[in-house]
């Protein structure tokens, strides 16, 4: 299902991140994904903390 947020809510989540990991939380927590995928795997810090916060996921 598609996120819809207005410019203000992206700007207000931007605002109150403080690293490029906790602006994707705050992104993801406003329509929690049950699967997801990553393109480009470094070392697996971001899914470690995707994985870490969304425990509902069941494909990644």
Request: hydrophobic letters at 45%.
């Amino acid at each position: 299902m598609p996120i819809s947020l207005t410019a203000p809510d992206i700007a207000r989540l931007i605002a109150g991140a403080p690293s490029r990991f906790d602006l994707w939380v705050r992104l993801l927590r406003t329509n929690p994904p049950d699967s997801a995928a990553e393109i480009g795997v470094w070392k697996g810090d971001f899914a470690k903390v995707i994985l870490s916060n969304f425990s509902n996921l069941t494909k990644y």
